[in-house]
């Protein structure tokens, strides 16, 4: 027997103690006839009457003559399979037969949830079969066999059938995953359907007929809108792969609108920059940089889209990229979620003639940014481009950058950068750059050959050099004085200062071949 009350022709046997005390009428009663029991008749005999044996788990059913014996083999649980079995025959009423699906629904629901799949499956096909289409797709949704409900609906039913049952699946899916975890695996699955959801939507966007305009655009803002719910599911649709997919589908089929309303509601702006730029219409794409890609999340967006804009609206960047630069402590050094290093490529891109704005007609937005957030803790490849601009740009703010206390550019880089320039007030860095590698030889040389006596001296008396070099250094220094001027009495003042390493006899050649008299 299967079920919670079953029923069974049994061969007379004699009747249970338990029995005989509850019934004397039962003891040695001759009945015509035993027939099985259905509980589902609309109409019962008269006179009907049951006696239970609970010693042997039997009821007994007395009509006229006729007993029906119940055998309980199980316990109620298992009834969902009687309620199935009648809900399946097909020559019973369709009213009955709804009755009896939702019965078997809730006793699974209740006792056996690993069996209600089978229940929601048969009872998908009882209303897709009478064309019931809505409750068929709301019960399907509630069963686990996706693969064949996919099927069926897609092989008997209409497109629009088979999108409305994806997204009630993906409904409770989604429903499922409430408290579940980034990695559970089931968010893969969530992403699955919504794709498929969506390459539906696509197709039949595709079929409907242009001249069915408002059809049409009911259709597109039903797939706005299940784009939009999308966006409660972040954590299933925003795996980098699927979100891709996405985009290069309504990329593919031309929804720009919907793909600029899903990117927005997923906070993914790139698409809008992207989608802005292409049309040329760049201060709307600044707009959106400045105004939605304000976190760190985002920086990518600016990396990639700074030197494109800064060609074209470089103002409008600058101002965008001071706004987001806050003060850090009380060093005055400036912060922000952006790396300076990788927005170099957008700072090579810059040209200062490109401003659109009068106000910094001669300024240079570059230098004056970083400026504002170089510190001990900013990379040698940014101080090193900082140098290079103020070297071509910026000569005053120069002179400041390389002798502050926390510079880190390259001494090496910067020296070679200061003795390519033609411009005599950079070459005159090369001193400071020289004697801060400590070539102090070299530094003085530089000093000499421009012409600072006084600036040539003071290295020489405070560089660590070995004697015989800091002598040749100070003669080198007589020269020079030689040169300048024609009194004997100032090449004498610098044998005064070399402290001993000048003698008088050193400077005779020096005097003589410069036709100074003594």
Not at 454 to 470: C, I, P, S, W, Y
Not at 483 to 512: F, H, N, R, T, W
Request: overall charge neutral.
């Amino acid at each position: 027997s299967r079920g919670a009350a079953t029923t069974a022709m049994r061969a007379p046997r004699a009747s249970s103690a338990s029995l005989q005390a509850r019934d004397a009428r039962l003891a040695g009663a001759d009945f015509s006839e035993r027939q099985r029991l259905n509980f589902f008749m609309s109409r019962r005999g008269k006179g009907k009457y049951g006696v239970r044996d609970v010693a042997r788990r039997k009821t007994y059913v007395i009509s006229s003559g006729v007993m029906s014996e119940i055998d309980v083999t199980h316990e109620h649980r298992s009834a969902w399979r009687i309620f199935l079995e009648r809900a399946i025959d097909g020559n019973e009423d369709r009213a009955m037969r709804a009755r009896y699906f939702d019965a078997a629904a809730k006793i699974t629901a209740r006792f056996a949830p690993e069996k209600l799949p089978i229940v929601r499956w048969r009872q998908g096909i009882f209303f897709a079969e009478q064309g019931k289409f809505n409750e068929a797709t709301t019960h399907f949704a509630d069963c686990d066999r996706f693969e064949q409900v996919f099927e069926y609906l897609a092989t008997r039913t209409t497109r629009g059938t088979l999108i409305e049952y994806l997204e009630k699946r993906l409904e409770r899916v989604e429903e499922a995953l409430a408290d579940a975890g980034d990695d559970d695996p089931r968010n893969m699955q969530v992403a699955c359907l919504a794709v498929i959801t969506l390459q539906l939507w696509l197709e039949r966007l595709a079929t409907l007929d242009s001249e069915n305009a408002v059809k049409r655009r009911d259709a597109e803002q039903r797939l706005i809108k299940f784009l939009m719910s999308r966006t409660a599911h972040v954590k299933a649709v925003n795996l980098a792969q699927f979100y891709g997919v996405f985009e290069r589908l309504l990329a593919a089929h031309g929804r720009t609108e919907a793909l600029i309303a899903f990117a927005e509601s997923m906070r993914k702006f790139r698409y809008t920059v992207s989608h802005h730029v292409n049309k040329r219409d760049y201060e709307r794409a600044c707009e959106v940089l400045v105004s939605k890609c304000n976190a760190a999340e985002h920086e990518k967006v600016w990396y990639e889209f700074g030197p494109i804009l800064v060609q074209r609206i470089p103002c409008a960047v600058f101002d965008g990229l001071e706004g987001f630069l806050k003060k850090r402590g009380g060093s005055g050094v400036s912060t922000s979620f952006l790396r300076p290093e990788l927005l170099l490529p957008a700072f090579v891109a810059y040209d200062p003639a490109n401003n659109e704005d009068d106000i910094w007609e001669s300024e240079h937005r570059g230098v004056m940014y970083l400026k504002r957030i170089l510190g001990p803790e900013t990379l040698p490849v940014v101080w090193n481009y900082y140098i290079m601009l103020c070297i071509g740009h910026d000569t005053k703010s120069l002179d400041e950058a390389l002798r502050r206390d926390d510079a880190g550019y390259t001494t090496e880089f910067v020296l070679r950068k200061c003795m390519d320039s033609r411009d005599p007030d950079v070459r005159q860095n090369c001193i400071f750059l020289y004697e801060r590698l400590g070539l102090i030889e070299e530094a003085v040389r530089i000093a000499v050959n421009a012409g600072q006596v006084g600036r040539a001296k003071e290295l020489v008396r405070d560089g660590q050099v070995d004697a015989d070099t800091r002598k040749k250094l100070w003669r080198q220094i007589a020269e020079l004085v030689a040169e300048q001027e024609s009194k004997p009495q100032a090449v004498l003042s610098v044998v005064e200062e070399s402290g001993g390493y000048l003698l008088l006899e050193d400077v005779l050649m020096i005097l003589a071949r410069n036709n100074t008299v003594l």
